[in-house]
Nanobody, 134 residues
Framework: QVTLAEYGGGLVQPGGSLRLSCAAS????????MGWFRQAPGKEREGVSC????????DYAESGKGRFTISRDNARNTVYLQMNNLTPEDTGIYYC???????????????????????????WGQGTQVTVSS
């Protein structure tokens, strides 16, 4: 059983930055895939970024490419999402999730249809609110 806890959300002005943290406990998650997702008011949850922890390979949604960076600290069992040049469209609840279902030889996944069909990302944090507003 994996427990995830997100930290670092808050209110930031457009153009500002935030770093979200996701601390994992309860299991060795070195072979998992980790993802960051967000849900804006009235919208469906969407994938933002993910990482295959075994080799650090990453993927990003188009909305975050060039602005967001996912990273990890294996010693602390923590995954981070550095978000720069934030816009009001980035407002939402941000969740981290751990995927123990995808075999390690496959990359991490952000496609919502694949995630839903294969029931990936079986562990979720409680979410942290990010509000970008002047």
């Amino acid at each position: 059983q994996v427990t995830l806890a997100e930290y670092g959300g808050g209110l930031v002005q457009p153009g500002g930055s935030l770093r979200l943290s996701c601390a994992a406990s309860g299991a060795s998650f070195g072979y998992y895939h980790m993802g960051w997702f967000r849900q804006a008011p009235g919208k469906e949850r969407e994938g933002v970024s993910c990482m295959r922890l075994s080799d650090g390979s990453t993927d990003y949604a188009e909305s975050g490419k060039g602005r967001f960076t996912i990273s990890r600290d294996n010693a602390r069992n923590t995954v981070y999402l550095q978000m720069n040049n934030l816009t009001p469209e980035d407002t939402g609840i941000y969740y981290c999730a751990a995927d123990s279902q995808t075999p390690d030889e496959y990359p991490c996944q952000l496609d919502p249809i694949i995630i839903r069909t294969l029931k990936l990302y079986d562990y979720w944090g409680q979410g942290t609110q990010v509000t970008v507003s002047s």
